[in-house]
């Protein structure tokens, strides 16, 4: 536990006030559990356990898995529909994985039957209610964080889980370079992420966890159908009633590409892995 340095913010409440959109408010998604259940239920009729996770997901996967060995029981928070699940079942020893949706652990039992692997098994619950009769050496989630309201909860509850190691994995900045063009060059209002690393980063600090902190390089190609397509979805960030199209334009259409004929942006950006070996929390 520090006592000596301590930050005069509080980085729980900016956490929370990242959760509500640009105007104020909390999207219903983040409270209504059958809304969120919808949303994995419709998102997994487009998906096969064929399918190949974007290029990016490869390089996260590669540091995670170097953090975890083949004689690890582990738990991973929040899998969604497997970008790191399937790898990490094949080099660990157990793979729990818990989630809120009975959809997505559908999903990935169905992948894990398919893959032939045994040692996995399926929790359905929120992971900040999640009951556990055991620890296990290794706690990880990435990017699963977005709807936990109580962040520290969440967060002790992933110290006391893990034997050997805790790991959150969070993509982060720099957002697309055209936002802020749009915000510097002619003053627009935009709608840019309101949750980061730094955030998770410091409010373990105030809990009393010192964390390691890996920051990856990551890119990613936008491939869009037409022109029209590629110019509506790279302005929906503008949150002017009322704007000049024609400028917003000529600056994104700077960052414009092709590939295979097709009109791409292509992003550069980031993702964090913070990681720590359990601590024991005052109080807790």
């Known amino acids: ?9 509080d980085f729980k409440t900016l956490w929370q006030e990242g959760m509500k959109n640009w105007e104020g408010n909390l999207p219903q998604r983040m409270t ?20 190949e996770p974007d290029s990016y997901i490869s390089t996260i996967c590669e540091e995670l898995l170097a953090l975890i ?23 660990a020893k157990a793979l729990t994985c818990v989630d809120s949706s009975s959809s997505v652990l559908e999903y990935l039992a169905h992948g894990a039957q398919a893959k ?11 992971w900040e209610e999640v009951s556990l009769h055991k620890s296990h050496d290794v706690v990880f989630g990435v990017n699963c964080y977005y709807r936990m309201h109580e962040i520290d909860q969440a967060l002790v509850h992933m110290n006391n889980a893990a ?44 809990l009393g966890i010192d964390v390691n902190c890996k920051i990856l390089d990551l890119q990613k190609t936008y ?14 960030a503008i949150m002017e009633p009322e704007y000049d199209r024609k400028k917003a334009e000529e600056i994104l259409r700077k960052y414009l590409v092709w590939v295979d004929g097709k009109p791409a942006y292509v992003h550069h950006f ?13 109080g807790m």
């Open 1 to 9: 536990m520090n006592h000596g340095v301590r930050f005069s913010m």
């Open 32 to 51: 209504d559990d059958g809304l969120e259940e919808k949303f994995w239920n419709q998102f997994l009729q487009d998906k096969s356990i064929q399918d």
């Open 69 to 91: 060995s083949s004689e690890d029981e582990v738990l991973e928070i929040g899998p969604g529909w497997g970008n790191y699940t399937f790898a990490a079942a094949q080099k």
């Open 116 to 126: 032939a692997l045994s040692n996995m098994s399926f929790i359905h619950a929120k």
């Open 163 to 206: 034997r050997r190691l805790a790991v959150i994995g969070m993509t982060s900045g720099p957002e697309k370079p055209h936002y802020w063009e749009l915000h510097e060059t002619l003053g627009y209002r935009i709608r840019f992420a309101r949750r980061d690393y730094i955030y998770l980063t410091n409010l373990l600090y105030e």
């Open 223 to 236: 491939v869009y159908d037409t022109e029209e397509n590629f110019i509506e979805q790279n302005l929906r």
């Open 270 to 282: 980031k993702a964090a892995l913070l990681y720590w070996k359990p601590e024991r929390i005052k």
